[in-house]
């Protein structure tokens, strides 16, 4: 396609040929839901027709906010986290298209985790942040509702309202494994999980509890471990105190996929028949390393939900009320080789 050399046009030039007032036409180019769906097509045809682009310095001159979106987290260096490289893909497809820019800081202390925040707000270099490995009760979310600041959570707090949030449904995806695995027959089901702190492990661990005890299987408090590091030597590790038990588990739930593949290694030190002897599911795909091996594990859609979390922020600052804008995503199972009928 020829490179176009029409002369641009600004917003007033645009507004005054559409007989509509300046506001009006930017709102609607800015998704506001105040303005009717047959205006903003109308002024999305013409700002087409007259060669029309927003100038994204004049933007940020007008309104004061530096359209930026900060990602900051707290890591283990030891334990790289390659789920959230794939959330971190789709925030920035979702940006593609437009002029918001993303600043992403890792950090290895809580604390300093929050001086940033606070750093990134006085200074103006960020006006909305996205976040994740979400706590019970996390001070991110106190601490940027208090000082009005646009953002979303991947996670839940305990307390789902007033603020936005996008997540897995996580105590659906503990009841399709468990359901599977008492179908096929297990009784001494266990759980290796993230620790309770974060408000996904906590909500995996009161469901897997409530389906045993709807289920009336006893409630084995030593078949429940957790960790706070996604580390393949802690799924080793706690899969060997399972295993050492007098009354060993029959099934084993991993919450991350390193801790499943530590299990699975240990499993095999064990000499077990993976799906027989013992049956394993996961979730998430570590580098394809699940689906490679034909296990049984759970996923969720990590880019698209990057994306959704930029959309999510565009329609905050269009006005829509965070509770409105919350999404739940379903889990996908993908049933592999590494689970089956007990065997007795």
């Not at 979106?69 to 794939?86: C, G, Y």
Request: proline share 4%; charged share 30%; glycine share 4%.
């Amino acid at each position: 396609m020829p490179y176009s050399t029409r002369k641009k046009i600004s917003i007033t030039d645009l507004a005054k040929k559409l007989n509509l007032s300046v506001s009006s036409v930017s709102r609607a180019l800015n998704g506001h839901k105040n303005i009717s769906k047959k205006t903003t097509e109308r002024i999305f045809k013409a700002a087409r027709k007259f060669n029309y682009t927003p100038d994204p310095f004049a933007r940020r001159l007008a309104s004061k906010r530096s359209d930026t979106i900060a990602f900051i987290a707290t890591i283990e260096p030891k334990a790289p986290d390659f789920v959230l490289l794939e959330f971190l893909a789709g925030i920035s497809k979702g940006i593609k298209d437009s002029n918001t820019e993303l600043i992403v800081k890792f950090t290895l202390r809580e604390k300093d985790e929050i001086d940033y925040y606070e750093k990134l707000i006085r200074s103006n270099q960020a006006d909305k942040f996205i976040f994740y490995r979400t706590k019970k009760n996390d001070p991110r979310i106190a601490m940027l509702k208090k000082n009005n600041i646009n953002f979303i959570s991947w996670g839940r707090e305990k307390n789902e309202k007033g603020y936005a949030w996008i997540d897995m449904d996580n105590e659906k995806s503990i009841e399709i494994i468990a359901d599977r695995l008492i179908k096929f027959g297990h009784r001494k089901i266990a759980l290796i999980n993230v620790h309770q702190s974060f408000n996904y492990g906590y909500q995996r661990k009161i469901t897997y509890e409530r389906i045993l005890k709807e289920n009336n299987i006893p409630l084995n408090k030593d078949y429940y471990q957790d960790s706070l590091l996604s580390l393949t030597d802690n799924g080793v590790k706690l899969t060997k105190v399972l295993l050492n038990l007098k009354d060993p588990p029959t099934a084993i739930i991993c919450s991350l996929d390193k801790l499943l593949i530590g299990c699975l290694l240990e499993c095999k030190n064990q000499k077990l028949n993976i799906g027989k002897d013992i049956s394993l599911v996961g979730y998430n795909d570590y580098d394809n390393y699940l689906s490679s091996q034909n296990l049984t594990y759970i996923s969720h859609p990590l880019s698209q939900m990057g994306i959704d979390s930029v959309n999510i922020l565009k329609k905050i600052e269009n006005g829509y009320h965070p509770d409105e804008v919350c999404k739940l995503i379903e889990p996908i199972l993908h049933e592999g080789k590494s689970d089956g009928p007990l065997v007795k």
